[in-house]
Nanobody, 119 residues
Framework: QVQLVESGGGLVQAGGSLRLSCAASGSIFSINAMGWYRQAPGKQRELVATISNGNSTNYTDSVKGRFTISRDNAKNTVYLQMNSLKPEDTAVYYC?????????????WGQGTQVTVSS
């Protein structure tokens, strides 16, 4: 099992920046990739960014050039640096850890952290 704890959310004005952190514990050796998702009120949860064990990254189009996902393996922590924030970035942000076993993905989720961007 993998446990994830997010931090770093808050209220920021449009154009501002925030950095989210996700600390992993438990069976971290089994993790193949980690990512950030977000869910705005009344909307489905959507992928924001992912990073593989090989540091390959992937971003949804709406955050490309503004958000950066990174990892610190020594701290078992993944970060999401969010710059040039927009009101439409307002959502609960969830950390995700994926494990690939025998062709199937298994996911763990954090509790979420609220990001609110005011106009």
């Amino acid at each position: 099992q993998v446990q994830l704890v997010e931090s770093g959310g808050g209220l920021v004005q449009a154009g501002g920046s925030l950095r989210l952190s996700c600390a992993a514990s438990g069976s971290i050796f089994s993790i193949n990739a980690m990512g950030w998702y977000r869910q705005a009120p009344g909307k489905q949860r959507e992928l924001v960014a992912t990073i593989s064990n090989g540091n390959s990254t992937n971003y949804t189009d709406s955050v490309k050039g503004r958000f950066t996902i990174s990892r610190d393996n020594a701290k078992n922590t993944v970060y999401l640096q969010m710059n040039s924030l927009k009101p439409e970035d307002t959502a609960v942000y969830y950390c995700n850890a994926g494990r690939l076993r025998l062709g199937a993905w298994y996911y763990s989720w954090g509790q979420g952290t609220q990001v609110t961007v005011s106009s």
